[in-house]
């Protein structure tokens, strides 16, 4: 489990910021760790401002859902830049799907992170085809604190970090849930991925 550097103690004025990520694959319980980290943030009496690309309305416009139904109330936004206009003078950021923003959004989390918030940011880290997920691997690369948490496979039951899509469809960006991806683990991807 992951422990917060600091929470709620430090002394607001001379608090330094830093960029946390959470990856993994779909059903790895991403949400669920973004949402615990906010709700603890909450609980510390922090002010605490999340986001979500409007591209994602899979289970609320609003809120941010687990797949077992956790949420947390948040904003959508088209562009990355709106975040900074958006966050204010929040303590924490926290950001889900990061994988549907452009590159901007290196740049925004850098920006909130040197201005002393502490930046959540949770998405996959492969797409469909197990390649790397733009901008994730920058946004690996600039945080200071970063969790790969784990699914379980749907056909062997061990750990899974790709994310198999049941269709043939080749387009990157293809919503869904359990009816259109699975977790699986490298073995059972590759046997049954097409080429
Ligand atoms: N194959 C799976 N492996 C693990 N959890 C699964 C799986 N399929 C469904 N779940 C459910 O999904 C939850 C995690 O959901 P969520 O946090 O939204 O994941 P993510 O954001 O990584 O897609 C788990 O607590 C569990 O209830
Ligand atoms: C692998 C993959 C996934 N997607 C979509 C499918 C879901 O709508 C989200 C991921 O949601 P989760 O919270 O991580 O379960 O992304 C996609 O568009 N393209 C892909 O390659
Ligand atoms: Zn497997």
Known sequence: MFIE???GAKNKKDK???IEVIC???FSGK???LIRRLNRALIAKQKVEIFKPSIDTRYHDLDVVSHNENAIRSTPVNFADDIILLAGDCDVVGIDE???????IINVAN?????GKRVILAGLDMDFE????????QLLAIAEYV???HAICMKCGDLASYSFRLSDTKEKVVLGEKESYEARCRKCYYEDKKT
Do not use: C, R, W, Y
């Not at 990061?98 to 901007?104: H, K, L, R, T």
């Not at 197990?130 to 691997?137: D, I, L, R, S």
């Open 130 to 137: 197990g390649k790397a997920f733009e901008p994730m691997p």
């Open 16 to 18: 330094k910021g830093h």
């Open 111 to 115: 920006t909130l992170a040197n201005s």
């Open 31 to 33: 949400t669920e760790e």
């Open 98 to 104: 990061v994988q549907f923003f452009d590159n901007q």
């Open 5 to 7: 550097p600091f929470i």
């Open 24 to 26: 993994g694959s779909m």
């Open 147 to 149: 969790t790969k948490v």
